[in-house]
């Protein structure tokens, strides 16, 4: 039913709902795939209808609106790179320029006409096609794994996202474009995991990041949600190829730099809760305060 894939993890802005209207792009790279450990679609079940062990069973451990009862394990992929199968034309779903998932799969293979998979690629939703675990297994492609890229091989051949970048809508945009410049929606999904873990790492005191472009995307919102007072935890940025944390450390960017948002960096809302509720430190009485904060809204200002 595919190319031949080869697997990556899944993306942090996979479950992304950006802004209105918008024309996101494709997901996944062609020739990846990637397993989403959680179900995502219909039947779903409110919060209170769902024991406290059962959720903690599944990796909840903070209350959600909803969760889905579906079949998790879906293997995700570009639309691309989909075979033998074709669109169920009455399970649109309640899209309004595209395809959702909102009537469970809408594309069958075409051998045995049984619906199999669920293509995505309405306004504010990233493209992507998702194989239902439950009707698609996964078959080795000459027998064996391929091996994963090292981080050098990794830094050569990958694609760095800028964290400025000008987005497509379906209307037009805000100043009578189709385009308008923006913080990357990828940027905002990545923060909103990292915020996640920061927060939790941070055990309710406050933190210190470095200055510049990482100043912009976290402190501003480590300082409404954790306590005031001198930081006495100090975040810094770590990874292959960076420098030690003591040493100094050069910012590159483009030259001339690009043209600059006229608002405030956010993190993504949806991701940053997604990934919250499933860190078992957000059972401490401090962590539950902010997300209660955040599902009342008193936090609008900060997503």
């Known amino acids: 039913m595919t190319v031949p894939l080869s697997q990556v993890s899944l993306p942090a802005h996979a479950r992304q709902k950006y802004g209105n209207g918008v024309q996101l792009p494709v997901l996944m790279e062609s020739g990846t795939f990637a397993v989403d450990p959680d179900p995502w679609r219909r039947p779903w079940r409110m919060w209170d209808e769902i024991d406290p062990g059962e959720a903690e069973t599944r990796g909840i451990y903070a209350p959600v609106y909803a969760l889905s009862d579906s079949a998790p394990g879906a293997t995700v ?3 691309g790179d989909v075979r033998g199968t074709r669109l169920i034309a009455e399970k649109r779903g309640s ?3 595209g395809l959702d998932e909102a009537d469970g799969p809408n594309m069958a293979c075409e051998a045995w006409n049984l619906p199999v998979t669920t293509r995505v690629d309405d306004c504010s939703l990233w493209q992507a096609v998702r194989l239902s675990s439950d009707a698609v297994r996964r078959v080795l492609a000459g027998g064996v794994h391929a091996a994963p890229l090292s981080w050098a091989e990794l830094a050569e051949k990958g694609k760095d996202t800028p964290p400025f970048e000008p987005i497509a809508t379906w209307e037009g945009g805000r100043f009578g474009s189709s385009h308008y410049w923006s913080w990357s929606p990828q940027w905002e999904a990545a923060a909103g995991q990292a915020l996640a873990h920061l927060l939790a790492a941070s055990k309710g005191q406050p933190v210190k990041v470095p200055g510049g472009l990482t100043a912009d995307v976290f402190q501003r919102v480590l300082h409404a949600l954790l306590p005031a007072g ?13 420098p030690s944390p003591d040493a100094g450390v050069d910012i590159l960017r483009d030259d001339p730099l690009p043209p600059r948002p006229n608002y405030l960096f956010r993190a993504d809302r ?4 997604h990934t919250l509720v499933r860190l078992s430190a957000v059972r401490s009485p401090w962590l539950r305060t902010i997300l209660a904060n955040l599902t009342q809204g008193t936090s609008a200002d900060l997503f």
């Not at 001198?230 to 960076?242: H, M, Q, W």
């Not at 949806?270 to 809760?273: D, K, L, N, R, V």
């Open 77 to 79: 992929i570009a639309p």
């Open 95 to 97: 899209a309004c320029c």
């Open 230 to 242: 001198p930081p006495t935890r100090r975040a810094v940025l770590a990874g292959p190829g960076r």
């Open 270 to 273: 949806g991701t940053f809760q």
